[in-house]
């Protein structure tokens, strides 16, 4: 099992084995002034979709794997976290040895995020890490 691909989008979806990505590849999450409605001890709000994209070796197929995915500020304190499960029946139509893709497409909006800084999103599956997507929150105005 390899990570191929993660990513951040403003809005991301799997149809029919492909993701369908508007404003993918961003890493900053500028904020140009006040989050309005948030608690004292949050800075901004995080909108987006976290697109993920698994390689897996034809022996790793017709089985359910885990996954866990873990919102992280610089200090490695996590601020949110989701797991779930998926299966990947093996694709018999594929060359032997051809590594079988999944993608996967999660929601990672209303993450509070508590000031400017850098964050990442760890990546966990089977209990193996897999990678992160750092990103960060710039303050864009003065008080």
């Not at 990513?7 to 508007?22: D, I, K, R, T």
């Not at 904020?31 to 034809?58: C, E, I, R, S």
Request: charged share 20%.
């Amino acid at each position: 099992m390899k990570l191929d691909l993660m990513m951040l989008a403003n809005h991301a979806e799997v149809q029919n084995g492909l993701m369908y990505v508007s404003g993918g590849g961003w890493d900053t999450i500028n904020v140009q002034a006040p989050t309005q409605g948030v608690p004292p001890d949050v800075f901004t709000v995080m909108q987006g979709f976290l697109l993920v994209k698994l390689l897996f070796h034809p022996t790793e197929t017709d089985r359910e794997h885990e996954f866990r995915i873990a919102v992280m500020d610089s200090d490695g304190k996590e601020l949110a976290g989701t797991q779930g499960s998926f299966r990947v029946d093996r694709d018999h139509d594929l060359p032997g040895g051809w590594l079988q893709n999944v993608n996967i497409v999660l929601p990672v909006t209303g993450i509070p995020l508590p000031g400017p800084g850098r964050y990442e999103i760890n990546l966990n599956v089977d209990g193996q890490w897999l990678g992160d997507r750092p990103f960060r929150v710039l303050k864009r105005y003065d008080d």
